[in-house]
Each structure stands twice: as C-alpha cells, then as structure tokens.
C-alpha cells in the first residue's frame, strides 16, 4: 500500500468518501470532520489515504492536538502500519495517540513506539452503535426541547462533568465554546420534568445520511429514573423522521451506557479504541 499524503479536503472526499461511506457509522468521526474541513473549519490538520493498485484502502486525519483518527475496514500489514507512522511523523512529531479500529490502531501504536519509544496506553475500548428504528422510548415522564442561551451555564458545568466522567479532560472555557456553539446550531436538546433540566444530549458530526448523538449526562441526583432513556430516544426518533439513522460512540467497558442505548433500540456495528502515546 502506498500513502499519500492531500492537500485539499475536497479533492479527498472526491476520491474517498464513497469508501467512507461503505461503512458510514463506524466512519462518522473522520466523515463529520472532513465535512466541517469543507466547511471552512480550519482545524491545523494532515490527511490524506493509502491505495494499491489505484484502490483507495485507508484514509487517515490528524487534526491539530489531538489524535490521528484511521478508517475502518482497513486491513493492513505490520509494515504498512509503519511506513505510514513515518510519514506522519515529519510532518506531526507530537502526535498525542491514534484512535480507529483496534487492531489497526495498536498496529500503528506500536509502530509509534518503535519511532519515538513513547510509552503506549489505551485510553478508551469503544463500541459504535448504529440505530435505524427505536424500540422502547423509556421515561414516562418528561418532554424534549431545544436549548437556548438561557441554559448556557448550566450546560457548560455539565460538559466539564461529562468530561471528569468519561475521562475526556474539558476545561470550563471550552465547554462554554462548544455549548456556545451547539446551542446556537441547534445541536444541544433538554429532557424536562416538571419544568426542570433533568438531562442534555447533543448531536454533531452530520454525514450524508448519519448523525452522532453525544454528550449524554444527567446529573447524580436525577439517574436511574429513565429520563437519559428518554430523552436519547426522543433525539434519536427527531433524527429518523428527518431521514438520518443515528449512531454513538460507547465506553466499552462501561456497562450501564451500553445496556441503556441497546433497549432503545442500538444495535452494535464495530469496535474501536483510542490510545494516548505517553
């Protein structure tokens, strides 16, 4: 197989995207990226694919700070893993870890290792879900909204504890960036009980027929009563109706999340796992 690093995110999603798309759910993360690099986001990124034989197998996106992100359904040799961590590394010395299938991400990890004799970690084991119908909408109590500018703060103090939760570290000021940001893209949705915010969800990373519900978190004091169940089948049947299957990235070893999303109705699609080089 034969890297190749690109330029211009347009031209890739020209020559790949049909690949991506072959394999839409477990592909979301680098999909949703590139559309906003499409977009006009500028997110310091390096990209580009592997071929043989004029066949596109793999695609790779590291955006600025964060870990290299690799396809699924990649299928690789150890070598390969390693000629690709070359060429990123001119290029990203200070990657911060990989994430994408688990076998092709600890190719390329210990590839990695072997270039810098960095420490390697997993992170995180995930599961994706992907959904196409809800089977059991949950909390009998309580109503979907939108969120507006009146509930920024709050938002904003749950995501950095969302953050402490799952172990994805999120400073106050860029919470309120990105709650900032979902609110006014109407991408931030409310579960309320007796006029009371009892849980959030959000919603990004769109591709062409997909959406990722995220940033699910209720508070200690209003778990266990079905309103996170409720509120992410109320997201997910709005994402349905619309034409769009949904899809979630889980902690794979966290059982209670994964339990919770199969009874409404997601069906496990693949694994992938992130993993920090230390």
């Not at 809800?134 to 109503?143: N, P, Q």
């Not at 507006?148 to 904003?156: A, M, P, Q």
């Not at 049947?237 to 009874?263: I, M, R, V, W």
Request: charged share 25%.
């Amino acid at each position: 197989m034969h890297f190749i690093l690109e330029q211009d995110v347009n031209r890739l999603l020209v020559k790949a995207e049909s690949v991506l798309l072959k394999h839409e759910a477990e592909n979301n993360l680098l999909l949703g990226l590139l559309g906003r690099m499409a977009g006009g986001d500028d997110m310091g990124s390096v990209f580009g694919y592997g071929e043989d034989h004029d066949s596109i197998r793999t695609v790779f996106l590291h955006t600025k700070g964060n870990r290299i992100i690799l396809s699924h359904e990649t299928v690789w040799t150890d070598e390969e893993a390693a000629e690709l961590a070359q060429l990123v590394q001119t290029l990203t010395p200070d990657l911060p870890g990989v994430i994408g299938p688990v076998q092709q991400a600890n190719q390329f990890a210990r590839a990695w290792q072997k270039l810098y004799g960095k420490q390697i970690e997993v992170h995180m084991n995930q599961f994706i879900y992907q959904l196409d119908t809800v089977k059991d909408t949950g909390a009998d109590r309580g109503e979907m909204r939108a969120a507006n500018n009146d509930d920024f703060s709050l938002l904003r103090d749950w995501l950095v504890r969302f953050g402490e939760v799952t172990g994805e570290h999120m400073t106050e000021d860029r919470a309120g960036t990105v709650i900032g940001r979902m609110i006014a893209q109407e991408r931030m949705y409310l579960w309320m009980v007796d006029g009371d915010i009892v849980s959030m969800a959000g919603c990004s990373r769109e591709s062409r027929n997909g959406i990722v519900i995220n940033a699910v978190f209720t508070p200690e004091e209003q778990q266990r009563k079905g309103y996170a169940q409720g509120l992410v089948a109320a997201l997910s049947e709005k994402f349905l109706h619309e034409g769009k299957f949904c899809c979630l990235f889980t902690n794979a070893d966290n059982p209670g999340p994964n339990k919770l999303y199969q009874k409404i109705g997601y069906r496990h699609v693949a694994e992938s796992c992130a993993i920090d080089f230390q």
